[in-house]
Every structure is written in structure tokens, then in C-alpha cells.
């Protein structure tokens, strides 16, 4: 595995005062929201007997495990142990974390637990963009991007032509003329992988019709790569009546 | 140890990674741990902290690496 920036999750999707289980390299995580809106990647274990923290609950600023209800601030510091109210919880019994942004629409992960000097995120933040789906697919994040680079841009507002495609890391754009869509892939293991799809463009504009079309641009894609017939150069795209 | 709980471990063990295993787990719960015997079938430890954190390390311990076998635990005394 490459130590980077990958994404785990559609920002959208991440509601205030929830948390979410994915995985990265066959690494679980979990990926939470606080109530003050800031998002968190960590270790998807409490360190108290491996509980996955993504089964948990989230109140106010920190994070309670469903086992026995340790609970976590934002630092992912133990604060609270529900069995003992008044232990003085030592400062070493924390979670372990990834760095994380939230950029594009989309929140990254650093994939270096713990790392207190993680590179910079190689490409700048958009605003605003429309996010449309994550999708899963049962292959390699190989196969993927071999896919996306014949991919062709759905039409949203242009009449259709040439795509031109561009790869960061785990970010592809897919832009023909004024149209764009930022194709983020996370590589949950070696024979999983998962797509944040965004729209770069105001909700405004790309809110409904837009988005159906990225979705479905998106299904004929997986069907692409997981073993459909049809040659990946001809996807098609519906728009529901 | 003034104040120390002195748990002793009875069973088979190997020493260095049972020595290893009880001070990770003492610095991990902020304990002073101190290992006053240690053979291949007994290791004794002083530990002294917050009550409910020597409680945990007891029975962290009482699990032990895996190449060591913890038959018994107990308390023997409890300094003043």
C-alpha cells in the first residue's frame, strides 16, 4: 500500500452526530461526525477490548463505544468510562487515528495511522460541487482505473464531446467542455473498491437531473468492470423518464 | 513499593515475555509496576495506582502473552 490521501466517504453522506464503519487496504475505519460538524477518520477499535468504535454512538463531541461506553473526544482521547465515573482516565488510553480533510465534497483519509507530519493533500479544494453517490464494486482499484481512463464525461449542461481525463492520486476528473465529475476511489482491499462520485458545479445547477445521469453513468460503469459484455469505450447512460 | 498491591501470577511462564508483557500493560494504564519475583512458575509484581486501574491490569495480566499461562492470581498483601 502506498502511504497517501484517500478517500472514505461522500462528506454529504456523513450526518452530524453519526458514524460510519468502512475499510481501506482491508484496514477498518471508522469515520464520524461531531456535533459541531467536524469529521474524524480513526482506527475502527476501541482500545478497550476491540470493539468496532463505527458501532457506537455519537453524542455532542465524542464518541461512545457500544461495548461498555468508553467515550472519546475529538482527540480521540479517552475521557469517560461509565464503569468507573470518577477514574481520572489515563491520557494513554486513546484511539488511534488518521489524519483527515474534507475536500471536493468528499473526506480523505491519510493513510498512516497515527501520523503527526502526513503530506499535503496534492490537489486544491473546488467550491462548490454537487455530490451524487458512492458506489462499490467488486474489483481492484486497478481495474478501475483502467476503466476510468476510457471513460467518457456524461453530458450534464454541454451537448456532449470530447472528455478529457486527469488523474490525481485517487482522484480522476472526467471533463468535457464546462462539464466535470470528480471520481474519487478508495481501495477498501485488493478486490474491493468504492467510488465517491461528485459533480464539480453548484447543487443549484446539478441538483436532480445531473445527478441521476452521474449515477446511472456510475452503475454502467461497475457493470463495465466487473465483467459486462460491451467494450468500456461504449457506456451508456439512462435518464429515468 | 509504599501503597503498592502486590499481585502474584502462578502458572508457566516465560519469563522475559511475561516481565515484557506486565510492563506494557502497567505503562498503557499509568500504574508503577515494579516485578519483585520472577521465576518459571511464579512472578510477583508491585503495582500501585487508582484502584480501578490496577483492577484492569490484574485482569489483563491474568490473560498473559501467549506463550505463558497464568493458572492462578492473587493478592497477597496490601501495604499501607
Not at chain 1, 6 to 16: D, K
Not at chain 1, 30 to 38: C, I, K, P
Not at chain 1, 178 to 203: K, N, R
Request: glycine share 6%; with cysteine.
Amino acid at each position: 500500500m502506498e502511504t497517501g490521501w484517500y478517500p472514505v466517504a461522500l462528506a454529504e453522506g456523513l450526518e452530524r452526530g453519526t458514524s460510519t464503519g468502512t475499510r481501506l487496504f482491508g484496514s477498518e475505519l471508522v469515520v464520524w461526525r461531531d456535533s459541531a460538524g467536524a469529521s474524524h477518520v480513526w482506527e475502527d477499535r476501541c482500545p478497550h477490548r476491540g470493539m468496532r468504535l463505527s458501532f457506537g454512538f455519537v453524542r455532542d463531541n465524542h464518541i461512545a463505544c457500544l461495548y461498555h461506553g468508553w467515550q472519546y473526544d475529538t482527540s480521540a482521547q479517552c475521557r469517560y468510562i461509565p464503569a468507573h465515573p470518577d477514574l481520572a482516565v489515563p491520557s494513554t488510553i486513546r484511539a488511534s487515528t488518521y489524519p483527515s480533510v474534507e475536500r471536493l465534497g468528499i473526506v480523505w483519509a491519510y493513510s498512516e495511522l497515527d501520523s503527526d507530519a502526513p503530506a499535503e493533500i496534492t490537489f486544491a479544494e473546488r467550491s462548490p460541487v454537487t455530490p451524487v453517490r458512492s458506489l462499490y464494486v467488486d474489483a481492484s482499484a486497478a481495474k478501475v482505473f483502467d476503466a476510468l481512463v476510457l471513460a467518457e464525461c456524461p453530458p450534464l449542461n454541454n451537448a456532449g464531446g470530447a472528455t478529457q481525463r486527469s488523474r490525481t492520486d485517487m482522484l480522476v476528473s472526467l471533463r468535457s467542455g464546462d462539464d466535470e465529475i470528480l471520481v474519487a476511489v478508495q481501495p477498501l482491499s485488493d478486490v474491493e473498491t468504492a467510488l465517491h462520485i461528485v459533480i464539480a458545479g453548484s447543487p443549484d445547477v446539478h441538483r436532480g437531473d445531473s445527478q441521476k445521469r452521474v449515477s446511472a453513468w456510475g452503475e454502467a460503469l461497475r457493470r463495465e468492470i466487473e465483467g459486462a459484455a460491451r467494450h468500456v469505450g461504449e457506456l451508456r447512460y439512462e435518464v429515468a423518464p | 513499593m509504599q501503597g503498592a498491591t502486590v499481585i502474584v501470577f502462578t502458572g508457566q511462564f516465560r519469563v522475559e515475555s511475561f516481565v515484557e508483557f506486565v510492563n506494557h500493560r502497567a505503562r498503557r494504564l499509568q500504574l508503577d509496576a515494579v516485578v519483585e519475583t520472577a521465576t518459571a512458575d511464579r512472578i510477583e509484581v508491585a503495582v500501585s495506582g487508582q484502584p480501578a486501574l490496577v483492577d484492569a491490569f490484574e485482569m489483563a495480566c491474568s490473560l498473559g502473552p501467549f506463550d505463558c499461562l497464568v493458572r492462578d492470581v492473587r493478592r497477597i498483601n496490601v501495604s499501607a
